[in-house]
């Protein structure tokens, strides 16, 4: 390759922490309960594609992604204590 490119670094293993309680700083406001709300992310199908996307998601979920209709079943679920958050 000429000297002007940079070679592939696609296959390179990430050099992000091993813990995931590292990925974000102490004060992120990832680390609050409602983040999703917070973050106007309200749709289930869209929290479920920000836990592959978005890191403070990633964060949030446990570095798994659960599906969509998973979210909805857990916010039916617990519809009537979340309530009385939102005015």
Request: neutral net charge; glycine residues 4%.
């Amino acid at each position: 390759m000429g000297p002007n490119f940079i070679t592939n670094t696609v296959n390179q293993t990430l050099l992000i922490p091993t813990s995931i309680l590292d990925w974000l700083p102490e004060g992120h406001l990832v680390r609050l309960l409602l983040y999703c709300y917070a973050t106007s992310v309200d749709r289930s199908r869209k929290i479920e594609t920000r836990t592959f996307e978005d890191l403070a998601f990633r964060y949030l979920f446990g570095d798994q992604h659960p599906d969509h209709t998973t979210i909805a079943e857990f916010r039916k679920r617990h519809l009537y204590a979340l309530s009385g958050l939102f005015t």
